[in-house]
């Protein structure tokens, strides 16, 4: 037996309400541009929507013009989507608050997730959405995934609850540490 390897998210469908409340939320609120738009293949009464959420891969929502907004939390049953987060770059994230303010959207603050910062609000159709931002940056070469696993072994062996700031700054030194050197003695030094 052998596995179905994934290589990343293609795309998520989202079932949405009028063409217009996506377009608005997802362009409008989120940035993402609008890049095309056909029916639903498998219903063609409904259209399919295709937005760019930054990382040149799709959200995609599917659109009826006789749907109107609910805007009750979406169900957090087993199996159901709980959020959507997305990544913001740091910048973008300070200014969140203000931008979510300006529009009256409710939302819950900044959350401080110990390897990032995360905001959470509502979509037009309550659905939970985060806005994200790495408190690094990972060595080049090497994705963000990479330094987390690392910094969750060291947490682990360390004994605490969850990853901090000094998890990865020590994974990531433990990484740039494989990569080769001229140099015989790698031990930290001080030279003054």
């Not at 639903?40 to 929502?61: C, M, Q, W």
């Not at 990479?146 to 990853?163: P, Q, S, T, W």
Request: aromatic letters at 8%.
């Amino acid at each position: 037996m052998r596995k179905l390897q994934s290589q990343g998210v293609h795309h998520i469908t989202l079932v949405g309400a009028n063409r217009q409340t996506s377009i608005d939320f997802w362009e409008g609120v989120l940035g993402m541009p609008f890049v095309f738009e056909q029916p639903n293949l498998d219903k063609p009464a409904e259209s399919h929507l295709y937005f760019d959420p930054g990382d040149g891969r799709l959200i995609t929502v599917f659109t009826d013009e006789a749907r109107k907004p609910d805007t009750q939390r979406t169900p957090t049953d087993i199996g159901c989507v709980h959020h959507i987060a997305f990544a913001v770059s740091r910048v973008t994230f300070l200014q969140a608050v203000a931008r979510l303010d300006e529009r009256k959207i409710r939302h819950s603050g900044v959350k401080d997730r110990g390897f990032m910062d995360s905001i959470y609000f509502e979509d037009p159709l309550g659905l939970l959405i985060e806005l994200a931002s790495y408190r690094f940056e990972p060595p080049a070469g090497l994705g963000h995934a990479d330094v987390l696993m690392e910094a969750h072994k060291i947490r682990v062996a360390r004994g605490d609850y969850n990853i901090a700031e000094v998890h990865l700054a020590d994974a990531i030194e433990a990484l740039m540490a494989t990569r080769p050197t001229l140099s015989g003695d790698r031990e930290p030094k001080n030279p003054y």
